[in-house]
């Protein structure tokens, strides 16, 4: 199995260790387990999480204007500015994936209008 798959298993457990009563604790996806399997050639790993709900770009392409409404753009931003607040001041984590890819929020941001 790859080193990237283990990495990630580090952080989900340096962020289960983290304090609870941190109001960002709940913007961040959890890991309910893992476990290996065995494919053709090799094992592979399984990351468990709960279910998600619709991605901001979900809903701006499903949205007619294209744009976010003020109250739900400040209510994402929030939760990932609470997020971001978790994972560094108290996991020690430095979240890297905030990038120009079509499905980072930034970029959603960036590009569609918003009003």
């Not at 387990?33 to 770009?57: A, N, T």
């Not at 001041?89 to 430095?94: D, G, K, L, R, Y």
Request: charged share 25%.
């Amino acid at each position: 199995m790859g080193s990237k798959l283990d990495n990630e298993l580090q952080m989900y457990k340096r962020m289960e260790r983290g304090p609870v009563n941190h109001p960002g604790r709940d913007a961040v996806r959890s890991l309910l387990d893992s476990f290996d399997i065995d494919g053709p050639e090799d094992k592979h790993r399984c990351l468990v999480h709960p279910p998600l709900w619709e991605s901001v770009l979900d809903f701006l392409r499903r949205n007619p204007s294209r744009k976010l409404p003020a109250p739900i753009l400040a209510y994402v931003l929030q939760r990932l500015f609470l997020a971001l607040d978790y994972l560094h001041s108290e996991c020690q984590i430095i979240h890297t994936g905030i990038h120009s890819n079509p499905y980072s929020l930034l970029f959603i941001l960036l590009t569609y209008e918003i009003y």
